[in-house]
Structure formats: C-alpha cells, structure tokens
C-alpha cells in the first residue's frame, strides 16, 4: 500500500465509489480529448458540457462505440484517476468489463476493487467477464477481485445481444 499523499487521496476515494454522478453524454475533459483525437471533425458538435460534481462519474465510453458502453471513472484535481468501460446485458444478467487503468500515482490504492464492487452492487446477481485476456501482470489483481464474483471476470466473448 502505497502511504504517499497521492495514496492517501486515492483510498479517500476508493471509499467513495457509491457516489456516481451519471451522464448519458461524454464529460467535457473527454468531448475535448475527443476533439483532440479526431482532429477536431468530432466532440464540436455536442450540444452540452457536460460538468459532474461527483468525483465518480458514470458516462458514454469513446474508447468503445458500441451501443451500451460505459465509462466508469475517477477523477483527482480534475484529471482521470481511474477508470473502466464496462457493458451489462439485463437479459443474460451478465456484465463486462474492460481495461480498468489507474493513473501511476494511484495505483495500489484500491481504485479498481472500489469501482468493480460498485458495478458489481448496482447490478445485483450479474456475472460478469472480461472482453480481452488476462496479461500476465494483471493476473493476480483478477484472480482476487474475481474470487468470489460469478463469472470471475473470466474472459468471455459478448452475449449476442450485446455483440451488434
Ligand atoms: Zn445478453
């Protein structure tokens, strides 16, 4: 466990994970990376910027454009802390989550666990996977967050009614 300030701040928030601001839109730092990415063909034309209050915040995912994808995340002083895409399929019962990234400074500090509990409380009775492999320095860290979750967030393709 990491005891520097960064940590410290990062548990603080890790504890917080329940209190999610929810968007059906990209917030305004993500409409600007958007903008930055596509040279600005994209992200201009949104009509709204969004600001959320809460540190967690729950929006559209760029990273995936498929119907459905989220973005689970964490901010710090402004700047993403952490964060995870995620998708739930309300048929099946079943999530997916991928490519949970915490910012150096905040690793170690239970970021991830917090955010994937959270997921995991709001929809109660999922299971839930994972889209892409298990590389191996992340092995350990899905070995014990997926302990005792069904599903394990073993690697599994995407049900057909979310695969569109
Ligand atoms: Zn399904």
């Known amino acids: ?11 603080a928030l ?12 990209w ?14 063909r994209l992200g ?7 600001e959320l209050e809460s540190p967690w915040q729950d929006t559209l995912s760029f990273e995936r454009g498929g119907e459905g994808w989220r973005a689970r995340s964490a901010n710090l002083d402004g700047e993403e802390a952490f964060g995870v895409d995620y ?5 099946c019962r079943a999530g997916w989550v991928e490519q949970p990234f915490t910012y150096p400074p905040y690793q170690r500090c239970g970021l991830a666990s917090a955010a994937l509990a959270q997921l995991r ?12 492999g298990h590389e191996h320095p992340a092995r350990p860290f899905w070995d014990r967050v997926g302990a005792a979750v069904p599903g ?5 393709a995407l049900c057909p009614h979310l695969d569109t």
């Open 14 to 25: 890790a504890a917080g994970a329940g209190q999610v601001a929810f968007a059906q839109r």
């Open 152 to 156: 394990g967030y073993r690697q599994r």
């Open 121 to 132: 409380a709001e929809h109660p009775g999922y299971a839930w996977f994972t889209l892409g």
């Open 44 to 50: 201009r034309a949104a009509p709204e910027v969004v």
């Open 87 to 91: 998708n739930v399929c309300r048929r």
């Open 27 to 40: 917030t305004h730092r993500r409409r600007t990376l958007v903008r930055r990415l596509t040279g600005g």
């Open 1 to 11: 466990m990491s005891e520097t300030p960064a940590g410290e701040r990062a548990r």
